[in-house]
């Protein structure tokens, strides 16, 4: 027998049961057997002609599959419901201090909180894998530390597998995950941690493995960590090639793998450390990268934020060019950036004042963007406060949808998540009075 798993909102009608072990040779017969021991779920995921409804999806071990194909004993099918109601419905993952927000509704208006999870804990990062619909959070517990945790339904039950951890011999601790990031191969998942290292995942996250090239790389005693501590934040694969692969550390810089991660090597040709004394920075080896994109419609275009300078790269981040400094942007300094995911000249960021005050410049919160690779920048502000808005905007709480016009969205430590329907035309609050937001992705 198969086992079915149905969404938290459907297990009234199976008396709260969850875990069914059903008789079937195809889903169809496995829905039959469902209505069968629990009349009261009729209706629910079929339609009188027996269709699957337009907003319900089946997975099969990680894989959508329709009502006719087969099942074999072991197998594990689970239903969801689709956020595939057209291009006006979004899903937001929205990490805080204070537990993970799941809000849904209409692109770039008021949303609702559909789910809350991880209650008093901090959510570094949450995703969904467009790949298998698997959701991902970065949980860190104050008393136990910080796991990986996955579910099919943010509204159910979360699982966690082993690690991130490093071997005993490294002598380190993770103390934070900042960045889960699906690969290139299938089932195959990244995390970026602190202190700066990479995880690989073969499994779908329920184990983890070091990156021991990155982490015995020459010369990395003398890595220093900025604000947020050593971090391995940013992570860029490279369409349909694993074997290349360019990570941001701050303030370790630019690292970039050829190989699969069999080895490393610095690319920060470009970056002026302003922080650090002119006569000091030939020998400078602290580059505080903040965030780094890239495009993925044309993979040797990669954009970066710095630790003041707004960044483009035009040969796959081995040097870099400013495009942040010219004028256009009240501040060239901030954390949240977004790429294009359709053209490669296009990129949206967030400005702030400035390392000592780390909140939206003259009171005014504006989105600015760029359509000719940085040449200009324009602000866009209808729909976002303008008077006395002091709003700090961190790294991972900017982000898009992928749906066409392309939907934008962003989170601040005040507890408000604005959204854009119109690639960031006209503004909307689509959430408040949230805990500090952390994170902000569409699922």
């Given at each position: 027998?198969?086992?079915?798993?149905?969404?938290?909102?459907l297990r009234?009608?199976?008396?709260?049961?969850?875990?069914l072990h059903l008789e079937g040779e195809r889903v169809n017969d496995v829905l039959r057997s469902l209505r069968e021991r629990y009349p009261k779920t009729t209706g629910w995921l079929t339609d009188e002609q027996g269709r699957l409804r337009p907003h319900v999806k089946v997975f099969l071990n990680g894989e959508v599959v329709g009502l006719d194909d087969r099942v074999d004993a072991q197998d594990e099918i689970r239903i969801l419901p689709a956020i595939s109601g057209g291009a006006d419905e979004a899903e937001l993952l929205v990490g805080t201090r204070k537990g993970l927000f799941v809000l849904r509704g209409e692109r770039g208006a008021a949303m609702d909180v559909a789910a809350r999870a991880f209650e008093g804990q901090e959510v570094e990062y949450a995703i969904k894998?467009?790949?298998?619909?698997?959701?991902?959070?970065?949980?860190?517990?104050?008393?136990?530390?910080?796991?990986?945790?996955?579910?099919?339904?943010?509204?159910?039950?979360?699982?966690h597998g082993e690690g991130p951890a490093f071997p005993e011999d490294t002598g380190a601790t993770v103390t934070r995950i900042w960045r889960i990031e699906p690969?290139?191969?299938?089932?195959?998942?990244?995390?970026?941690?602190?202190?700066?290292?990479?995880?690989?995942?073969?499994?779908?996250?329920?184990?983890?493995?070091?990156n021991r090239p990155l982490w015995d790389v020459p010369g990395r005693e003398k890595w220093?960590?900025?604000?947020?501590?050593?971090?391995?934040?940013?992570?860029?694969?490279?369409?349909?090639?694993?074997?290349?692969?360019?990570?941001?550390?701050?303030?370790?810089?630019?690292?970039?793998t050829d190989d699969g991660g069999e080895s490393w090597h610095q690319a920060v040709e470009g970056l002026v450390p302003r922080y650090v004394p002119e006569d000091a920075r030939a020998t400078n080896t602290s580059f505080c990268v903040h965030n780094m994109y890239r495009s993925p419609v044309e993979p040797t275009t990669l954009y970066m934020q710095f630790h003041g300078g707004v960044y483009r790269s035009d040969d796959a981040g081995e040097t870099w060019q400013d495009i942040g400094s010219r004028g256009d942007l009240p501040s060239d300094f901030g954390f949240p950036m977004v790429v294009d995911p359709r053209s490669a000249d296009r990129a949206w960021v967030i400005p702030l004042?400035?390392?000592?005050?780390?909140?939206?410049?003259?009171?005014?919160?504006r989105v600015f963007t760029t359509g000719d690779r940085?040449?200009?920048?324009?602000?866009?502000?209808?729909?976002?406060?303008?008077?006395?808005?002091?709003?700090?905007?961190?790294?991972?709480?900017?982000?898009?949808?992928?749906?066409?016009?392309?939907?934008?969205?962003?989170?601040?430590?005040s507890g408000e998540v604005f959204g854009s329907s119109d690639e960031g035309a006209t503004w909307a609050t689509v959430a408040s009075r949230l805990p500090p937001v952390l994170s902000v992705r569409a699922g």
């Open positions: 027998m198969s086992t079915l798993y149905l969404p938290a909102q009234d009608l199976t008396d709260g049961n969850d875990g894998d467009p790949r298998t619909g698997t959701y991902f959070a970065s949980v860190t517990n104050p008393y136990f530390g910080p796991r990986i945790y996955f579910t099919s339904d943010p509204a159910g039950k979360w699982d690969a290139e191969e299938d089932g195959v998942l990244y995390a970026g941690v602190a202190p700066a290292a990479l995880f690989r995942s073969k499994d779908g996250g329920r184990s983890w493995e070091l220093e960590g900025g604000a947020g501590g050593l971090c391995l934040h940013s992570i860029a694969t490279w369409p349909d090639d694993p074997s290349k692969l360019a990570i941001g550390i701050s303030a370790a810089g630019v690292w970039i004042v400035a390392d000592v005050d780390r909140v939206t410049p003259e009171g005014k919160v940085g040449e200009s920048w324009q602000a866009s502000s209808d729909g976002l406060p303008q008077d006395d808005a002091y709003l700090t905007i961190l790294r991972q709480a900017f982000c898009h949808d992928g749906q066409q016009p392309l939907g934008l969205y962003f989170g601040a430590t």
